[in-house]
């Protein structure tokens, strides 16, 4: 089964230490408005869901979420939450930890995009 995203263990030590914290996550990731284009992480209870987000799976025992017209930009790429030093610019909870997510990318190749197809 070919994953859409998925996390470096620098990234889920930061979620397990968030998950302590703020209890059940979720990401989203950003389209680019206010906040940049960026994962977001938050608490499952603060942040509401629109009718057009989608789940593209979990990291970390959090489910990633981004919204539909965000994914067709994306849907060709596999996507893997890392951690960085420095201040991101959105309300995402290690922002106070002087850290900031963000997204590498990959290409899918032509027989992972058929795998994923049958998948879905």
Not at 68 to 76: C, I, L, S, T, V
Request: aromatic content about 10%; proline content about 3%; some cysteine.
């Amino acid at each position: 089964m070919i994953a859409r995203v998925l996390i470096t263990p620098e990234a889920e030590a930061v979620v397990e230490k968030l998950r302590a914290q703020h209890g059940p996550l979720i990401f989203h990731q950003s389209g680019g408005c206010c906040d940049g284009s960026q994962p977001m992480c938050f608490a499952s209870d603060d942040f509401k869901l629109g009718n057009i987000d989608i789940c593209l799976g979990e990291v970390a025992g959090c489910k990633f979420y981004m919204a539909a017209d965000q994914f067709e930009y994306w849907k060709h790429t596999q996507l893997v939450l890392d951690i960085t030093q420095g201040r991101g610019s959105s309300f995402s909870l290690e922002i106070p930890l002087g850290l900031r997510f963000l997204i590498r990318s990959r290409i899918f190749t032509e027989a992972e995009l058929e795998e994923l197809a049958q998948q879905e």
